[in-house]
């Protein structure tokens, strides 16, 4: 099981724009499926993105055409390019595995969007 460390959080007004990295303490070559996920104050944690180790994306409906994953299996980093921010994008994001199921979590990085 890798560890993985949620990074590049912070605040931003509406429009702007973050990339959140994660980074693994091992190899994710191996691991079919990556994504992040987030949590919101009050809400269950969902699913926002995920990359499979073809490269191909998929994307929660509220985020398609904002954001974009990647995975660089060399650096074993998983990278979440966040666009045209919005408040409602407000949340703590974590970053783990999809496929096979996420074991644990960590910390996460918190994103809120205000003005």
């Known amino acids: 099981q890798v560890h993985l460390v949620e990074s590049g959080g912070g605040l931003v007004q509406p429009g702007g724009s973050l990339r959140l990295s994660c980074a693994a303490s091992g190899s994710i070559f191996n691991i079919l499926v990556m994504g992040w996920y987030r949590q919101a104050p009050g809400n269950e944690r969902e699913w926002v993105a995920r990359?499979?180790?073809?490269?191909?994306?998929y994307y929660t409906d509220s985020v398609k055409g904002r954001f974009s994953i990647s995975r660089d299996n060399v650096k074993n980093t998983v990278y979440l390019q966040m666009n045209s921010l919005k408040p409602e994008d407000t949340a703590v994001y974590y970053c783990?595995?999809?496929?096979?199921?996420?074991?644990?979590w960590g910390q996460g990085t918190q994103v809120t969007v205000s003005s």
């Open positions: 990359i499979d180790n073809g490269g191909i994306t």
């Open positions: 783990n595995t999809v496929l096979p199921p996420p074991a644990s």
